[in-house]
């Protein structure tokens, strides 16, 4: 059973950062995509980052271009995202996601993780 669990997510000023992990087991994700989604209140789910699974290709969404660095160590089965400059409109949950022998998609993902928090705030 595929499991992916998220932690590093917490409260932090504008400004700051906050470095996300996601642990998956259960299967080896060396030949799939690794990324995170993000769900602000009464919002849809949407499409943060991703990373090919050799770590050679990388998409962002244009919000956070230039602030966040997705990065992934296959030896780990871990993935992560590097969040620097916070801002408050970052607040959401961040939640990893897997696509099976491809890329990545921005509208939907084989597998998720259960979420974790990030609150951007003074």
């Known amino acids: 059973q595929v499991q992916l669990v998220e932690s590093g997510g917490g409260l932090v000023q504008p400004g700051g950062s906050l470095r996300l992990s996601c642990t998956a087991s259960?299967?080896?994700?060396?030949?799939?995509?690794l990324g995170w989604f993000r769900q602000a209140p009464g919002k849809e789910r949407d499409f943060v980052a991703a990373?090919?699974?050799?770590?050679?290709?990388?998409a962002y969404a244009d919000s956070v271009k230039g602030r966040f660095t997705i990065s992934r160590d296959n030896a780990k089965n871990t993935v992560y995202l590097q969040m620097d400059s916070l801002k408050p409109e970052d607040t959401a949950v961040y939640y990893c996601?897997?696509?099976?022998?491809?890329?990545?998609?921005?509208?939907?993902?084989?597998?998720w993780g259960q979420g974790t928090q990030v609150t951007v705030s003074s």
């Open positions: 990373i090919s699974w050799a770590g050679i290709s990388t």
């Open positions: 259960g299967r080896t994700f060396s030949r799939d995509g």
């Open positions: 996601a897997v696509w099976m022998y491809t890329y990545y998609r921005t509208d939907t993902a084989d597998y």
